[in-house]
């Protein structure tokens, strides 16, 4: 069965470098997504991603956060400059497109700023 | 602003008992709801939705809609049961991104 996949599992990085999360969406997918989940928080919503453009980004994804799908397979979240609060567990998913389609999860990336 | 609401951080049952695991949500409009489950060092994945009214390893929700709510409920637990459960909801056209409650860790126990 197709799975999303997500490359670190782990990043570590120093406060104030950027950081950029990697995604393979399901192949025949179209909208993608990142969450977000502080320790001990809900997930959080941040952006979606459709037919190479933003459809929809939440109040935490400001100007430090910036999303791409390079190829035709990966889809990527950069942050420019990372902060102490930027620790956290970021989630990619993706969906079909089909009304009532679910969206489909990957494992996560954990990054730590330091 | 919509919002979901799992009173419950931590539920703890026997097996065999039953568990209600409660979802109350505010939003304006007609939302889909779901459930989704994190079994241990596994992701997300999707439990149930109301609009598919279907049974799911035992689990069934009813969305009402006068009291705002989309509690998850199974007559039996079983120990596999034992992981953390997610509400969440989307509107029902357009937007799809997620809105999470907090979740409520299940644990089942022998």
């Known amino acids: 069965e197709p799975e999303v996949t997500q490359t670190p599992s782990h990043q570590v990085t120093q406060m104030g470098q950027e950081v950029i999360l990697r995604c393979v969406p399901i192949s025949n997918h179209l909208y993608f997504y990142w969450y977000r989940q502080i320790l001990g928080q809900k997930v959080e919503f941040l952006v979606s991603f459709y037919n190479n453009e933003i459809s929809e980004k939440s109040e935490i994804f400001d100007d430090q956060f910036s999303v791409e799908r390079p190829d035709g397979s990966n889809f990527t979240l950069k942050i420019r400059s990372t902060k102490l609060e930027d620790s956290a567990m970021y989630f990619c998913a993706s969906r079909g497109g089909l009304s009532g389609d679910e969206q489909f999860f990957g494992p996560g990336t954990r990054l730590t700023v330091l | ?110």
């Not at chain 2, 949500?25 to 889909?32: I, Q, R, T, V, W």
């Not at chain 2, 909801?89 to 644990?107: D, E, M, V």
């Open chain 2, 1 to 110: 602003a919509q919002r979901v609401t799992q009173p419950e951080k931590l539920l703890s049952v026997f097996k065999g008992a039953p568990v209600e695991l409660k979802c109350n949500y505010s939003y304006s409009g007609s939302p889909e709801l779901f459930w989704y489950v994190q079994y241990s060092r596994q992701r997300l994945q999707l439990l149930l939705r109301h609009i598919s009214r279907e049974s799911i390893k035992g689990f069934t929700a009813d969305l009402n809609k006068g009291e705002t709510s989309f509690h998850l409920k199974k007559p039996f637990a079983q120990e596999e049961d034992s992981a953390m459960y997610y509400c969440a909801l989307s509107w029902a056209t357009g937007r799809r991104a997620l809105t999470f409650g907090s979740g409520t860790r299940l644990q089942v126990q022998p």
